[in-house]
């Protein structure tokens, strides 16, 4: 966590200040933009991939993202940057779990991450996502040492995290739910 918490803001804002999860490249590569969202979109200074109508959007990690989303009160915001609400926020917006709670499940997921991180090797993948998935690929059709061994154990782990705590099960692509 790398924000002081303010006792007057939301707890919904504490948690997604204390997290970026959804912004910085670890649950998602790409995030969609309808089409009349390209231009503005650009304006805001975010990287647009507009060439693939089914690829359609920009890509993470957001430069937008400081430690909090920069554009947020913006009119340009995008519209799946507005609606997405990962399943923990939800939860913690419908009442189902409290603040600490939901701090707690972020906290071990972006703790996950950490131990993840060396472990995957510099490769041409611009954002986490993309390099997990290309290191775990890779050794699944090839062999594996004791140390990918411990990658591909923390790794389903994470998968799991990602589809439980922010209803991410796709690893091929994301889309407006
Ligand atoms: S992944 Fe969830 S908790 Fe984290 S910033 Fe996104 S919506 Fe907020």
């Not at 913690?92 to 090797?121: F, H, N, R, V, Y």
Request: charged share 25%.
């Amino acid at each position: 966590m790398t924000n002081t918490i303010n006792t007057n803001e939301s707890p919904s804002n504490i948690l997604c200040k204390s997290c970026g999860l959804c912004c910085s490249g670890h649950l998602f590569a790409w995030v969609r933009l309808n089409a009349p969202e390209l231009d503005s979109a650009q304006s805001l200074g975010l990287n647009v991939i507009r060439n693939d109508p089914r690829q359609r959007g920009f890509t993470q990690p957001c430069p937008l993202w400081d430690g909090m989303c920069t554009v947020y009160s913006s009119a340009d915001y995008p519209r799946t940057c507005r609606t997405y609400k990962c399943v923990v926020l939800r939860r913690l917006l419908d009442k189902d779990i409290i603040l600490p709670e939901a701090l707690s499940s972020i906290q071990e997921t972006l703790g996950l991450i950490g131990e993840i991180e060396p472990l995957i090797p510099a490769s041409s993948g611009v954002s986490f996502r993309e390099r997990l998935i290309t290191h775990k690929e890779f050794l699944e059709s090839n062999g594996k040492k004791t140390i990918e061994l411990e990658f591909l154990r923390k790794t389903e782990t994470l998968l799991t995290y990602y589809e439980d705590r922010f209803g991410v099960d796709d690893f091929i692509d994301y889309d407006l739910k």
